[in-house]
Protein backbone atom coordinates (compact mmCIF):
# COMPACT_ATOMS: atom_id res chain seq x y z
CA UNK A 1 0.00 0.00 0.00
CA UNK A 2 1.44 3.94 -0.68
CA UNK A 3 1.45 6.14 2.07
CA UNK A 4 -2.24 7.14 2.54
CA UNK A 5 -2.70 10.60 1.31
CA UNK A 6 -3.70 13.41 3.84
CA UNK A 7 -5.75 15.02 1.29
CA UNK A 8 -9.19 13.04 1.33
CA UNK A 9 -12.29 13.66 0.79
CA UNK A 10 -14.89 12.11 3.34
CA UNK A 11 -18.14 10.55 1.90
CA UNK A 12 -21.02 9.73 4.25
CA UNK A 13 -23.28 7.23 3.85
CA UNK A 14 -25.87 8.49 6.45
CA UNK A 15 -26.14 11.76 4.79
CA UNK A 16 -26.48 10.47 1.18
CA UNK A 17 -28.73 8.10 2.22
CA UNK A 18 -30.97 10.70 4.37
CA UNK A 19 -30.61 12.91 1.63
CA UNK A 20 -32.37 10.33 -0.68
CA UNK A 21 -35.18 9.33 1.83
CA UNK A 22 -36.53 12.54 2.36
CA UNK A 23 -36.08 13.48 -1.57
CA UNK A 24 -38.71 10.00 -2.07
CA UNK A 25 -40.62 11.31 0.56
CA UNK A 26 -41.06 14.75 -0.63
CA UNK A 27 -41.78 12.85 -4.20
CA UNK A 28 -44.69 10.73 -2.45
CA UNK A 29 -46.25 13.71 -0.90
CA UNK A 30 -46.47 15.70 -4.73
CA UNK A 31 -47.60 13.15 -6.18
CA UNK A 32 -48.16 9.23 -4.57
CA UNK A 33 -46.74 6.73 -6.67
CA UNK A 34 -44.12 9.17 -8.01
CA UNK A 35 -40.85 7.04 -8.85
CA UNK A 36 -37.47 8.68 -8.79
CA UNK A 37 -34.35 8.10 -10.64
CA UNK A 38 -31.41 8.79 -8.41
CA UNK A 39 -28.56 10.63 -10.86
CA UNK A 40 -24.84 9.31 -10.36
CA UNK A 41 -23.70 10.03 -14.07
CA UNK A 42 -20.21 12.35 -13.78
CA UNK A 43 -18.68 9.88 -10.55
CA UNK A 44 -21.51 10.37 -8.73
CA UNK A 45 -21.14 13.92 -8.88
CA UNK A 46 -17.52 13.87 -7.91
CA UNK A 47 -18.37 11.83 -4.56
CA UNK A 48 -17.04 8.42 -5.93
CA UNK A 49 -19.81 6.39 -8.03
CA UNK A 50 -18.41 2.67 -5.87
CA UNK A 51 -19.17 4.30 -2.89
CA UNK A 52 -22.51 6.14 -3.80
CA UNK A 53 -24.38 4.06 -6.24
CA UNK A 54 -24.14 0.81 -4.15
CA UNK A 55 -25.61 2.88 -1.48
CA UNK A 56 -28.21 4.50 -3.45
CA UNK A 57 -29.66 0.94 -4.35
CA UNK A 58 -29.16 -0.56 -1.33
CA UNK A 59 -31.54 2.67 0.32
CA UNK A 60 -33.92 1.99 -2.39
CA UNK A 61 -33.23 3.45 -5.00
CA UNK A 62 -34.69 1.29 -7.95
CA UNK A 63 -33.17 3.30 -10.95
CA UNK A 64 -29.98 5.13 -11.36
CA UNK A 65 -29.26 7.58 -14.40
CA UNK A 66 -25.50 7.72 -15.48
CA UNK A 67 -24.48 9.84 -18.58
CA UNK A 68 -22.25 7.23 -20.92
CA UNK A 69 -22.49 3.24 -21.37
CA UNK A 70 -18.65 3.36 -19.96
CA UNK A 71 -20.32 4.58 -16.85
CA UNK A 72 -23.13 2.59 -17.47
CA UNK A 73 -21.05 -0.45 -17.62
CA UNK A 74 -19.29 0.34 -14.14
CA UNK A 75 -21.96 0.79 -12.56
CA UNK A 76 -23.37 -2.42 -13.29
CA UNK A 77 -20.72 -4.08 -11.66
CA UNK A 78 -21.74 -2.49 -8.72
CA UNK A 79 -25.50 -2.62 -8.53
CA UNK A 80 -25.99 -6.33 -10.35
CA UNK A 81 -30.02 -5.60 -9.81
CA UNK A 82 -30.43 -1.56 -10.43
CA UNK A 83 -32.05 -0.63 -13.45
CA UNK A 84 -29.39 1.97 -15.42
CA UNK A 85 -30.92 4.69 -17.67
CA UNK A 86 -27.61 6.20 -20.11
CA UNK A 87 -29.19 9.86 -20.11
CA UNK A 88 -26.63 11.01 -22.57
CA UNK A 89 -25.66 9.96 -26.32
CA UNK A 90 -25.15 6.89 -27.57
CA UNK A 91 -22.75 6.19 -30.07
CA UNK A 92 -23.43 3.28 -32.38
CA UNK A 93 -20.60 1.22 -31.24
CA UNK A 94 -21.40 1.24 -27.59
CA UNK A 95 -24.74 -0.74 -28.26
CA UNK A 96 -23.45 -3.93 -28.21
CA UNK A 97 -21.68 -3.08 -24.37
CA UNK A 98 -24.74 -1.24 -23.79
CA UNK A 99 -27.17 -4.47 -24.38
CA UNK A 100 -24.53 -6.91 -22.37
CA UNK A 101 -24.93 -4.95 -19.36
CA UNK A 102 -28.40 -5.07 -19.34
CA UNK A 103 -28.32 -1.25 -19.38
CA UNK A 104 -31.34 0.61 -20.67
CA UNK A 105 -30.73 3.75 -23.66
CA UNK A 106 -31.91 7.00 -24.31
CA UNK A 107 -32.60 7.30 -28.26
CA UNK A 108 -33.97 10.05 -30.12
CA UNK A 109 -32.62 9.27 -33.95
CA UNK A 110 -33.06 7.23 -36.63
CA UNK A 111 -29.32 6.50 -36.40
CA UNK A 112 -29.86 4.76 -32.54
CA UNK A 113 -32.64 2.74 -33.36
CA UNK A 114 -30.66 1.58 -36.36
CA UNK A 115 -27.63 0.68 -34.22
CA UNK A 116 -29.97 -1.07 -31.69
CA UNK A 117 -31.94 -2.76 -33.59
CA UNK A 118 -29.64 -5.71 -34.69
CA UNK A 119 -27.51 -6.33 -31.48
CA UNK A 120 -31.44 -6.47 -29.83
CA UNK A 121 -32.60 -8.72 -32.55
CA UNK A 122 -30.31 -11.33 -30.84
CA UNK A 123 -31.27 -11.10 -27.28
CA UNK A 124 -34.37 -12.74 -26.06
CA UNK A 125 -37.21 -11.20 -25.19
CA UNK A 126 -37.45 -7.28 -26.13
CA UNK A 127 -35.08 -4.42 -25.20
CA UNK A 128 -36.53 -1.09 -23.37
CA UNK A 129 -35.39 2.12 -24.23
CA UNK A 130 -36.57 5.42 -23.55
CA UNK A 131 -37.53 8.50 -26.23
CA UNK A 132 -36.39 11.50 -25.20
CA UNK A 133 -38.51 15.09 -26.27
CA UNK A 134 -37.01 18.36 -26.63
CA UNK A 135 -39.58 20.43 -25.75
CA UNK A 136 -37.43 23.48 -26.05
CA UNK A 137 -33.74 23.39 -24.39
CA UNK A 138 -32.49 22.24 -27.84
CA UNK A 139 -29.75 20.02 -26.42
CA UNK A 140 -30.94 16.45 -26.78
CA UNK A 141 -34.37 14.91 -27.83
CA UNK A 142 -36.36 14.57 -31.15
CA UNK A 143 -38.19 17.69 -31.84
CA UNK A 144 -42.26 17.01 -31.22
CA UNK A 145 -42.71 18.11 -34.66
CA UNK A 146 -40.72 15.29 -35.72
CA UNK A 147 -42.13 12.32 -33.57
CA UNK A 148 -43.63 10.98 -36.58
CA UNK A 149 -40.67 9.01 -38.66
CA UNK A 150 -39.04 7.43 -35.25
CA UNK A 151 -42.24 6.38 -34.44
CA UNK A 152 -43.05 4.58 -37.65
CA UNK A 153 -39.32 3.26 -37.12
CA UNK A 154 -39.98 2.00 -33.83
CA UNK A 155 -42.83 0.28 -34.37
CA UNK A 156 -41.27 -2.22 -37.44
CA UNK A 157 -38.40 -3.19 -34.54
CA UNK A 158 -40.25 -5.68 -32.64
CA UNK A 159 -37.14 -6.04 -30.58
CA UNK A 160 -36.85 -2.85 -28.81
CA UNK A 161 -39.68 -2.09 -26.85
CA UNK A 162 -40.75 1.98 -25.30
CA UNK A 163 -40.61 1.85 -21.62
CA UNK A 164 -40.39 5.46 -21.14
CA UNK A 165 -40.13 9.19 -22.62
CA UNK A 166 -38.57 11.93 -20.96
CA UNK A 167 -37.62 15.21 -21.52
CA UNK A 168 -35.37 18.01 -19.44
CA UNK A 169 -35.78 21.47 -18.41
CA UNK A 170 -33.85 24.38 -18.93
CA UNK A 171 -34.49 26.07 -16.01
CA UNK A 172 -36.24 24.53 -13.62
CA UNK A 173 -35.41 26.67 -10.67
CA UNK A 174 -36.74 29.71 -12.16
CA UNK A 175 -39.58 29.54 -10.88
CA UNK A 176 -42.15 32.26 -13.35
CA UNK A 177 -40.04 31.95 -16.15
CA UNK A 178 -42.75 31.22 -19.17
CA UNK A 179 -40.06 28.87 -20.40
CA UNK A 180 -40.98 25.81 -18.32
CA UNK A 181 -44.75 25.95 -18.97
CA UNK A 182 -44.22 26.03 -22.59
CA UNK A 183 -41.87 22.91 -22.10
CA UNK A 184 -44.60 21.13 -20.31
CA UNK A 185 -47.32 21.95 -22.77
CA UNK A 186 -44.69 20.65 -25.37
CA UNK A 187 -44.31 17.72 -23.33
CA UNK A 188 -47.71 16.87 -22.66
CA UNK A 189 -48.42 17.29 -26.69
CA UNK A 190 -45.62 14.83 -27.41
CA UNK A 191 -47.04 11.69 -24.71
CA UNK A 192 -49.72 12.31 -26.49
CA UNK A 193 -48.87 12.49 -29.83
CA UNK A 194 -46.82 8.70 -28.49
CA UNK A 195 -49.88 7.45 -27.09
CA UNK A 196 -52.37 8.15 -29.73
CA UNK A 197 -49.93 6.31 -32.38
CA UNK A 198 -50.39 3.53 -29.74
CA UNK A 199 -47.49 3.37 -27.74
CA UNK A 200 -47.65 2.78 -23.99
CA UNK A 201 -44.44 3.71 -21.63
CA UNK A 202 -44.40 2.69 -18.58
CA UNK A 203 -43.09 5.85 -17.12
CA UNK A 204 -43.20 9.52 -18.07
CA UNK A 205 -40.21 11.14 -16.48
CA UNK A 206 -39.03 14.96 -16.58
CA UNK A 207 -37.86 16.83 -13.84
CA UNK A 208 -34.45 17.51 -11.26
CA UNK A 209 -33.58 18.59 -8.02
CA UNK A 210 -35.19 22.14 -8.67
CA UNK A 211 -38.59 20.29 -9.77
CA UNK A 212 -38.77 18.39 -7.00
CA UNK A 213 -37.23 20.61 -4.41
CA UNK A 214 -39.57 23.97 -5.77
CA UNK A 215 -42.45 21.44 -5.77
CA UNK A 216 -43.48 22.67 -9.17
CA UNK A 217 -44.74 21.27 -12.05
CA UNK A 218 -45.24 17.73 -10.83
CA UNK A 219 -49.10 18.30 -10.34
CA UNK A 220 -49.13 18.22 -14.21
CA UNK A 221 -46.17 15.31 -14.73
CA UNK A 222 -48.60 13.15 -12.94
CA UNK A 223 -51.57 14.44 -14.21
CA UNK A 224 -49.95 13.26 -17.64
CA UNK A 225 -49.13 9.87 -16.37
CA UNK A 226 -52.07 9.16 -15.10
CA UNK A 227 -54.09 10.26 -18.71
CA UNK A 228 -52.02 7.90 -20.04
CA UNK A 229 -51.69 5.27 -17.81
CA UNK A 230 -47.83 5.31 -17.19
CA UNK A 231 -46.19 6.68 -14.04
CA UNK A 232 -44.53 10.12 -13.41
CA UNK A 233 -40.85 9.85 -12.54
CA UNK A 234 -38.22 12.42 -11.26
CA UNK A 235 -34.33 12.29 -11.85
CA UNK A 236 -32.77 14.45 -9.22
CA UNK A 237 -28.72 14.52 -8.81
CA UNK A 238 -27.61 17.13 -6.85
CA UNK A 239 -29.59 17.39 -4.41
CA UNK A 240 -28.60 13.88 -3.44
CA UNK A 241 -25.75 14.98 -2.69
CA UNK A 242 -26.96 17.65 -0.73
CA UNK A 243 -26.73 20.67 -2.45
CA UNK A 244 -30.18 22.67 -4.47
CA UNK A 245 -29.43 25.42 -7.14
CA UNK A 246 -31.08 29.23 -5.18
CA UNK A 247 -34.58 29.19 -6.35
CA UNK A 248 -35.57 32.56 -7.94
CA UNK A 249 -37.82 33.83 -6.05
CA UNK A 250 -36.54 32.92 -3.29
CA UNK A 251 -38.77 29.95 -1.41
CA UNK A 252 -37.94 27.72 1.27
CA UNK A 253 -36.12 24.81 1.37
CA UNK A 254 -39.08 22.00 1.88
CA UNK A 255 -36.66 19.74 3.07
CA UNK A 256 -33.66 19.74 4.71
CA UNK A 257 -30.61 18.63 2.87
CA UNK A 258 -26.60 18.02 4.17
CA UNK A 259 -23.89 17.93 2.19
CA UNK A 260 -22.61 14.17 1.51
CA UNK A 261 -18.82 15.51 0.72
CA UNK A 262 -16.08 16.66 3.56
CA UNK A 263 -12.54 17.46 2.02
CA UNK A 264 -9.90 17.67 4.35
CA UNK A 265 -6.51 17.99 4.78
CA UNK A 266 -3.40 18.72 7.03
CA UNK A 267 -1.42 21.30 7.58
CA UNK A 268 2.24 20.50 6.13
CA UNK A 269 4.32 23.32 7.89
CA UNK A 270 4.19 26.07 9.46
CA UNK A 271 6.77 29.29 9.11
CA UNK A 272 6.87 33.41 10.71
CA UNK A 273 7.21 35.95 8.20
CA UNK A 274 7.99 39.78 8.01
CA UNK A 275 5.89 42.62 6.79
CA UNK A 276 6.65 43.08 3.07
CA UNK A 277 7.16 39.05 2.55
CA UNK A 278 6.11 38.52 -1.28
CA UNK A 279 4.28 35.04 -0.83
CA UNK A 280 3.65 32.38 -3.68
CA UNK A 281 3.92 33.00 -7.08
CA UNK A 282 4.24 36.32 -8.67
CA UNK A 283 4.46 37.27 -5.43
CA UNK A 284 0.52 38.10 -5.51
CA UNK A 285 0.15 38.01 -1.55
CA UNK A 286 2.66 40.62 0.62
CA UNK A 287 2.59 40.29 3.98
CA UNK A 288 1.45 43.35 5.81
CA UNK A 289 2.77 42.23 8.94
CA UNK A 290 4.25 39.45 10.74
CA UNK A 291 2.28 36.49 9.71
CA UNK A 292 2.26 33.14 11.05
CA UNK A 293 1.48 31.12 7.92
CA UNK A 294 0.73 27.39 7.14
CA UNK A 295 1.02 25.52 4.17
CA UNK A 296 -1.16 22.91 2.63
CA UNK A 297 -0.60 19.68 0.69
CA UNK A 298 -3.33 21.25 -2.21
CA UNK A 299 -3.82 23.02 -4.69
CA UNK A 300 -5.40 23.34 -8.12
CA UNK A 301 -4.75 20.02 -9.43
CA UNK A 302 -6.49 18.66 -6.82
CA UNK A 303 -9.53 20.14 -8.01
CA UNK A 304 -9.00 23.72 -5.13
CA UNK A 305 -10.01 26.43 -8.27
CA UNK A 306 -7.05 28.99 -8.42
CA UNK A 307 -9.84 31.58 -8.41
CA UNK A 308 -9.77 31.26 -4.56
CA UNK A 309 -6.42 32.72 -4.69
CA UNK A 310 -6.27 35.70 -2.44
CA UNK A 311 -9.82 35.34 -1.96
CA UNK A 312 -11.47 31.96 -0.51
CA UNK A 313 -10.75 30.42 3.11
CA UNK A 314 -10.39 26.96 5.14
CA UNK A 315 -11.36 25.98 8.53
CA UNK A 316 -8.46 25.87 11.01
CA UNK A 317 -8.97 25.03 14.84
CA UNK A 318 -12.72 25.87 13.93
CA UNK A 319 -11.15 29.52 12.81
CA UNK A 320 -11.39 31.00 9.35
CA UNK A 321 -7.85 31.13 7.90
CA UNK A 322 -7.63 32.79 4.37
CA UNK A 323 -5.92 31.87 1.63
CA UNK A 324 -3.01 33.95 0.91
CA UNK A 325 -1.10 33.99 -2.41
CA UNK A 326 -1.89 32.06 -5.64
CA UNK A 327 -3.08 28.99 -5.16
CA UNK A 328 -0.13 26.66 -6.71
CA UNK A 329 -0.56 22.93 -8.76
CA UNK A 330 0.25 21.41 -5.52
CA UNK A 331 0.17 23.78 -2.52
CA UNK A 332 -1.88 26.12 -0.72
CA UNK A 333 -0.68 29.06 1.78
CA UNK A 334 -3.30 30.37 4.20
CA UNK A 335 -3.13 32.74 7.21
CA UNK A 336 -2.77 31.46 10.73
CA UNK A 337 -1.62 34.39 12.85
CA UNK A 338 -4.79 34.36 14.43
CA UNK A 339 -5.40 30.97 15.37
CA UNK A 340 -4.12 30.22 18.99
CA UNK A 341 -1.45 26.81 19.39
CA UNK A 342 -1.86 25.76 15.54
CA UNK A 343 0.69 23.04 14.78
CA UNK A 344 1.97 20.47 11.67
CA UNK A 345 -0.15 17.79 10.96
CA UNK A 346 -3.18 19.64 12.42
CA UNK A 347 -6.62 18.68 10.44
CA UNK A 348 -7.55 21.45 7.62
CA UNK A 349 -11.36 21.34 6.59
CA UNK A 350 -11.69 22.52 2.99
CA UNK A 351 -14.94 21.71 2.27
CA UNK A 352 -17.13 20.51 5.34
CA UNK A 353 -17.77 21.83 9.27
CA UNK A 354 -15.28 22.31 12.40
CA UNK A 355 -16.62 23.70 15.70
CA UNK A 356 -20.05 25.40 14.17
CA UNK A 357 -18.32 26.83 11.19
CA UNK A 358 -19.45 25.58 7.42
CA UNK A 359 -17.56 26.34 4.10
CA UNK A 360 -19.94 24.44 1.44
CA UNK A 361 -19.46 23.76 -2.25
CA UNK A 362 -21.97 26.95 -2.59
CA UNK A 363 -19.89 29.59 -1.05
CA UNK A 364 -16.43 27.62 -3.21
CA UNK A 365 -19.21 28.75 -6.64
CA UNK A 366 -19.34 32.13 -5.09
CA UNK A 367 -15.15 32.58 -5.41
CA UNK A 368 -15.12 31.02 -8.05
CA UNK A 369 -18.22 32.30 -9.57
CA UNK A 370 -19.33 29.06 -10.83
CA UNK A 371 -22.08 26.86 -9.47
CA UNK A 372 -21.65 23.84 -6.62
CA UNK A 373 -21.96 21.12 -9.65
CA UNK A 374 -18.40 22.10 -10.95
CA UNK A 375 -16.72 22.96 -7.75
CA UNK A 376 -18.02 19.02 -6.92
CA UNK A 377 -17.02 17.51 -10.27
CA UNK A 378 -13.40 19.13 -10.26
CA UNK A 379 -12.31 17.20 -7.33
CA UNK A 380 -9.24 15.90 -8.34
CA UNK A 381 -8.69 11.87 -9.11
CA UNK A 382 -5.60 12.25 -6.82
CA UNK A 383 -8.07 12.84 -3.66
CA UNK A 384 -9.01 9.62 -2.39
CA UNK A 385 -13.09 8.88 -1.91
CA UNK A 386 -13.38 7.50 1.58
CA UNK A 387 -16.56 6.11 2.99
CA UNK A 388 -17.70 7.69 6.24
CA UNK A 389 -20.72 6.95 8.51
C1 LIG B 1 -27.96 15.72 -14.73
C2 LIG B 1 -29.36 15.44 -15.07
C3 LIG B 1 -30.37 15.45 -14.09
C4 LIG B 1 -30.09 15.86 -12.65
O1 LIG B 1 -30.06 17.26 -12.53
P1 LIG B 1 -29.81 17.97 -11.11
O2 LIG B 1 -29.94 19.40 -11.40
O3 LIG B 1 -28.45 17.57 -10.66
O4 LIG B 1 -30.86 17.44 -10.18
C5 LIG B 1 -31.65 15.08 -14.47
N1 LIG B 1 -31.93 14.73 -15.75
C6 LIG B 1 -31.00 14.72 -16.72
C7 LIG B 1 -31.38 14.33 -18.10
C8 LIG B 1 -29.69 15.08 -16.42
O5 LIG B 1 -28.77 15.08 -17.39
Known amino acids: MPPYPITRAEISRSRLVGNFSRLRALA ?12 V ?3 AYGHGVAHCAPWLAEAGAQWLGVTSVAEGVRVRRLC ?4 ILVMSVLMPEDAAALLEARLTPTVWTLEHLEALARPAASESGSIP ?14 NVDELAPILDRLRAIPALRLEGVFTHFASPEMLEVEQNARQMARFQQGVERIAAAGFHPRWVHAGNSSTLLAQRGTEALAALAKQVGATVML ?4 ALYGYALPFTPLLGMPIELEPVLAWKTAIA ?10 IGYGGAFVASSTMRLALLPVGYADGLNRKLSNLGHVLIGGEIAPIVGRISMDLTIVDVSHVAGVA ?23 WAETISYEILCALGVRVPRVAAD
Open 80 to 83: PEAR
Open 269 to 278: SLRTVQAGTK
Open 235 to 238: RPGI
Open 344 to 366: TGEEVILLGEQNGQRITADDHAR
Open 41 to 43: KAD
Open 28 to 39: QRLSSGCDLLAV
Open 129 to 142: IHLELDTGMSRQGV
